[in-house]
């Protein structure tokens, strides 16, 4: 399957852009999920992660639907985005402060949704009852956010406590695929949001210390984290892109 990194899967999940502005305050609503109703994300999925592993086991993906989107052996797996905005009624505090200083919001939100769903701004993770999915996103010390719950990896691959410990010890076999966090990171390509060595996890804002709410404090700081999310993603596609490359 060729590979388009700018693929935008919101064009082929139904009803995504569909009254998107309507209700909720205006705070942008798509109508569908792509993680869930994009086809063509579906097959992206199939084919980028359908190749041998750190383990050298070699993953062969199967697509379905529900809660068998995606399957291997006794794998079920989900699509997540990774790629967050906290568009949500209680940030509105937030939102409202970034309207007053971006000069046109609605264009600004649309525009970073089409990349944010491009293929480097997804992953797949397994599928189950208080998967990692679910957890990274009601965690209230991750709060959806993609470079601490890579944090809470790397210390699960390092034996270290974080908040969703438990949620990864679940995924024992999911995470011994790739032997490590090199062999994690790597697989993903997720290298842009690690050190040159693996040792650590580039944070985006604030730090990886777990004490205090994670979201953006300042309008500064919301536009900064915006800005690191759209730099990973397009390193994420170059890398996507070049691996695939025919």
Not at 45 to 67: A, N, Y
Not at 143 to 156: F, K, N, Q, S, V
């Amino acid at each position: 399957m060729k590979i388009d990194v700018d693929v935008d899967f919101t064009l082929d999940t139904p009803n995504y852009w569909n009254h998107f502005w309507d209700g909720n305050g205006s705070l942008g609503v798509g109508g569908g999920d792509p993680d869930s109703l994009s086809k063509s994300l579906q097959l992206y999925h199939q084919s980028i992660w359908s190749r041998k592993l750190p383990c050298g086991d070699t993953m062969v993906l199967q697509c379905g639907s529900g809660p068998n989107y995606l399957t291997w052996k006794d794998f079920r797996f989900g699509s997540d985005s990774i790629i967050v905005s906290f568009r949500h009624e209680k940030y509105r505090h937030m939102l409202d402060e970034v309207q007053k200083v971006v000069p046109d919001y609605k264009t600004f939100v649309e525009d970073y949704l089409h990349k944010a769903y491009t293929i480097g701004g997804t992953i797949i993770f397994p599928k189950h009852a208080g998967s990692i999915n679910q957890a990274k996103g009601t965690n209230p010390k991750l709060r959806d956010r993609w470079d601490l719950t890579l944090e809470c990896i790397r210390r699960y691959y390092c034996k270290k406590e974080s908040p969703i410990s438990k949620t990864l010890a679940r995924d024992k076999d999911f995470f011994d695929l790739f032997i490590d966090f090199k062999g994690y990171v790597d697989y993903f390509f997720l290298q842009d949001c690690v050190s040159t060595d693996y040792s650590s996890v580039e944070i985006w804002i604030g730090n990886a210390e777990f004490t205090d709410d994670p979201l953006p404090k300042t309008v500064d700081e919301y536009l900064l984290w915006i800005n690191r999310q759209m730099d990973f993603l397009e390193k994420r596609n170059k890398r996507i892109a070049a691996a695939f490359k025919r």
